[in-house]
């Protein structure tokens, strides 16, 4: 599913890189509060769950163009970040997706596997890191709100980075 392939995609770029107070998204059975404050630098419509003071990544930037994401066009992603650590196989991505209510994808997976799709490979090395993908994303997109969420933690548990996003598509 190509959908599934831009979830992945923005959710691994976020990796290396909504706003409602009244959203929330359901992580390992707590609740995470979406945060206008805590509003991940450029051009997006993403959002750090919570103060990523401790995170291992600390995201520079994160621009996409068209920003919001539209059905039928080619998605930009553009990122920089600094990795205070290496990250190593056995890191960690639960990505989850909702279409208004209801869950499309809820799943954990080796971030390796991800990265993967923005041409990076594990160990990612400490240090500074930029990335750009391009995504076509399909026309036939059902209209209304996604609801993502990418908590990236590494082989120990520790918080890599987590990210939530609300996208609206709209009739074409």
């Given at each position: 599913m190509r959908l599934s392939a831009l979830?992945?995609?923005?959710?691994?770029?976020t990796a290396v890189s909504a706003r409602s107070a009244g959203d929330f998204i359901k992580v390992g059975g707590s609740q995470v509060s979406i945060n206008e404050d805590l509003s991940v630098p450029g051009k997006n419509p993403l959002s750090f769950c919570s103060a990523p003071t401790d995170d291992i990544l600390k995201i520079d930037h994160v621009d996409l163009d068209p920003?919001?994401?539209?059905?039928?066009?080619?998605?930009?992603?553009?990122?920089?970040?600094?990795?205070?650590?290496?990250?190593?196989?056995?890191?960690?991505?639960?990505?989850q997706v909702k279409y208004g209510l209801i869950t499309l994808i809820n799943q954990q997976t080796p971030l390796c596997d991800q990265v993967k799709n923005v041409d990076l490979e594990c160990p990612l090395e400490k240090g500074d890191m930029k990335l750009s993908k391009s995504v076509d994303l399909p026309r036939e997109i059902p209209p209304g709100k996604y609801t993502v969420l990418a908590d990236v933690e590494d082989k120990a548990g520790k918080r890599i980075t987590c990210l939530t996003a609300s996208i609206t598509f709209g009739r074409h």
């Open positions: 979830v992945l995609s923005l959710a691994a770029a920003n919001p994401p539209e059905a039928g066009k080619t998605l930009n992603i553009s990122a920089s970040g600094t990795l205070r650590e290496k990250v190593e196989e056995g890191a960690t991505i639960h990505l």
